[in-house]
């Protein structure tokens, strides 16, 4: 569906800051695919995100979507069929705004018209998927998104996001600001709602257990480079040890220094 | 005389619904206001004396407006120019477009001039009291506008480009372009600043390029003492109004300084320095009460 080519990007080339912060990726994410992503601080996991969402484009190689070359197509067009989550809570909605009026502009994807589309049926309707999140939000349609917490925030972008049927949906840390309570409840509507509405998604996270708990492709990246891959059976073997024994196969490097590296908890 | 206070602040209250859309609304200082304000003085002034229908006219001014706010916008989109300087160039362009619509003067009387204030007067006279009727017209002008622009933020539309001011991700997450947003805030906004201008030129009875100098700041004096007379809210509604609530009381104030400053040795020359005092005050004002609010919400996180 989304496939990578010869990818790769160089910040600040011909500089003394260069930084090759991506090295030759090919990247086939198939429809359905559940990828978690892991790897060390400063691997170029967001880096690759910010490719395929289009925040940047690649120095060399393309990107596309079904065939259809998306190298050059700006974020915001790109939106229309991924979606993402980032890692602070904020980015998601507008903090000045009421919970009501958040999920209309979130709602529907493209532009949008002088038209007033707010009203009693819609109200209803938020109200019935906000059930789903289980935190009250249904009973605050009104109040300022502001007086929300960061778990309250994330999980409601989570809904919004899949209530526009993205074709990929990109998960960047979304739980690792959020309190351990908090982030355990946003991982499991996360799950819950792949599952429930067939979602195509790829996840970062620096946790070694969930990446091998979630999903049905694993990605281990380092230096720019994916070093490692594990799907279906051989993911579900996985275990963080064996993890841990690949990257230092692969890698060479130290047993402690990996620890670190790939952190685990 | 009496109504004279409260009827400039109702005429710059379209400016401050500007300046309060830039500032507040789209997070864009922007300072093309000091050039498209004396654009709609100077685009009314021209039309009257062509002989142009006075509303016709208004209707010109706002298109002038809006066009100016654009440019600030596709300079700032296209060329990558930080968001002050996209304004400062537009007015300074705006300078030399000005003195060009006025017929290459700096200044354009307008008192022998049927404009719409004189038909306004000449309709309403008997109806209501002469000295006051300047001050309803501008009170539903305002008060119409005001409406319309609540409206319109209520649109889903408005609502996005609100947002945008909070949080430009948010936008671009839901498949728009903030580029656009941003030209048709900027766009609006400077309208209304133009629509002001084209009012002011007539109650003042001439057009001026040096109109607009520092209205910006008079705008955002008067958006700051709106946002302090009203607890903050997230209604649109209650937004505008503080704007236009905050622009009656700054023009008032203004209009007292002018007319009995001299009771304390002020000359009029003094206003922008009073000005610039009255913002800095506000600040720290609005400082140390986020402050203080700050400080309540780590007691009560330690509890
Ligand atoms: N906009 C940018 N300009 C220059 N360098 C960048 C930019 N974005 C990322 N980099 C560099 O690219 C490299 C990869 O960064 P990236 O943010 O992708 O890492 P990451 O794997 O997401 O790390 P983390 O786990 O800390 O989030 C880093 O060396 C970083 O400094
Ligand atoms: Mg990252």
């Given at each position: 569906m989304i496939e990578l080519k010869n990818v790769s990007m160089i910040f600040n080339q011909g500089t003394v800051n260069e930084n090759q912060a991506i090295s030759t990726i090919n990247l086939n994410v198939r429809e359905g695919d559940f990828i978690t992503v892991i790897g060390s601080n400063g691997a170029g996991k967001s880096t690759l995100f910010n490719l395929i969402a289009g925040t940047i484009t690649p120095t060399v190689g393309s990107i596309h979507l079904n065939d259809r070359n998306i190298t050059r197509d700006p974020e915001y067009k790109r939106a229309r069929y991924i979606g993402r989550i980032f890692q602070n809570p904020l980015l998601g909605t507008a903090s000045n705004m009421s919970l009501e009026d958040n999920m209309m502009i979130t709602y529907k994807k493209g532009f949008k018209w002088l038209k007033r589309s707010l009203n009693h049926s819609m109200r209803e309707f938020f109200k019935s998927e906000l059930v789903q999140l289980?935190?009250?939000?249904?009973?605050?349609?009104?109040?300022?998104?502001?007086?929300?917490?960061?778990?309250?925030?994330?999980?409601?972008?989570?809904?919004?996001?899949?209530?526009?049927?993205?074709?990929?949906?990109?998960?960047?840390?979304?739980?690792?600001?959020?309190?351990?309570?908090?982030?355990?409840?946003?991982?499991?509507l996360t799950n819950?709602?792949?599952?429930?509405?067939?979602?195509?998604?790829?996840m970062i996270t620096h946790n070694m257990s969930h990446a091998i708990e979630y999903g049905n492709r694993l990605l281990m990246m380092d230096k720019g480079e994916i070093i490692?891959?594990?799907?279906?059976?051989?993911?579900?073997?996985?275990?963080?040890?064996?993890?841990?024994?690949?990257?230092?196969?692969?890698?060479?490097?130290?047993?402690?220094?990996?620890?670190?590296l790939l952190s685990e908890e | 005389m009496i109504e004279g206070i409260f009827v400039e602040g109702l005429i710059y209250g379209i400016m401050v619904l500007g300046v309060f859309i830039s500032f507040r609304v789209l997070d864009f200082p922007d300072l093309t206001v000091d050039g498209s304000f004396p654009l709609g003085a100077a685009l009314m002034a021209q039309c009257l004396l062509m002989g142009v229908n006075g509303w016709l006219a208004l209707l010109v001014a706002f298109a002038g407006g809006v066009a100016a706010g654009v440019i600030t916008s596709l300079i700032h989109n296209h060329l990558k120019v930080p968001n002050l300087l996209a304004g400062i160039l537009t007015m300074t362009m705006l300078y030399s477009i000005n003195i060009r619509i006025l017929g290459n003067r700096a200044n354009v009387p307008l008192l022998n001039q049927e404009t719409i204030l004189t038909q306004v007067t000449g309709r309403l006279t008997g109806i209501i009291p002469d000295d006051y009727i300047l001050l309803v017209f501008f009170a539903v002008v305002t008060i119409v506008i005001k409406i319309l622009l609540d409206l319109f933020f209520r649109t889903d539309l408005g609502m996005t480009i609100g947002a945008m001011g909070n949080n430009e991700q948010m936008v671009i997450s839901q498949g728009v372009n903030p580029k656009t947003l941003k030209s048709i805030g900027l766009g609006i906004s400077n309208g209304l600043v133009a629509l002001s201008g084209a009012f002011a030129a007539q109650y003042?009875?001439?057009a001026d390029v040096g109109l607009g100098q520092g209205i910006i700041i008079s705008g955002l004096a008067s958006v700051m003492?709106?946002?302090?007379?009203?607890?903050?809210?997230?209604?649109i509604g209650v937004l505008t109004l503080c704007a236009v609530l905050g622009s009656i009381c700054f023009y008032a104030v203004m209009y007292v300084g002018r007319y009995y400053g001299y009771v304390i040795n002020m000359t009029p020359n003094d206003l922008n320095l009073i000005k610039g005092i009255l913002i800095i005050v506000l600040l720290v004002m609005t400082q140390s009460k986020k402050l203080k609010k700050a400080a309540v919400r780590a007691v009560v996180k330690h509890d």
């Open positions: 289980r935190m009250g939000l249904e009973d605050r349609m009104k109040e300022n998104l502001a007086l929300f917490s960061g778990g309250q925030r994330q999980a409601l972008t989570l809904l919004m996001m899949v209530l526009s049927r993205p074709d990929l949906i990109l998960l960047d840390e979304h739980t690792a600001a959020l309190d351990p309570k908090n982030a355990e409840i946003v991982l499991e819950k709602f792949i599952a429930e509405y067939k979602l195509t998604a790829m490692f891959e594990a799907a279906g059976e051989e993911k579900k073997a996985l275990t963080v040890e064996k993890l841990i024994d690949k990257f230092h196969q692969i890698r060479h490097k130290s047993f402690e220094s990996d620890r670190t | 003042l009875g001439f003492i709106g946002e302090f007379l009203i607890l903050k809210s997230n209604r």
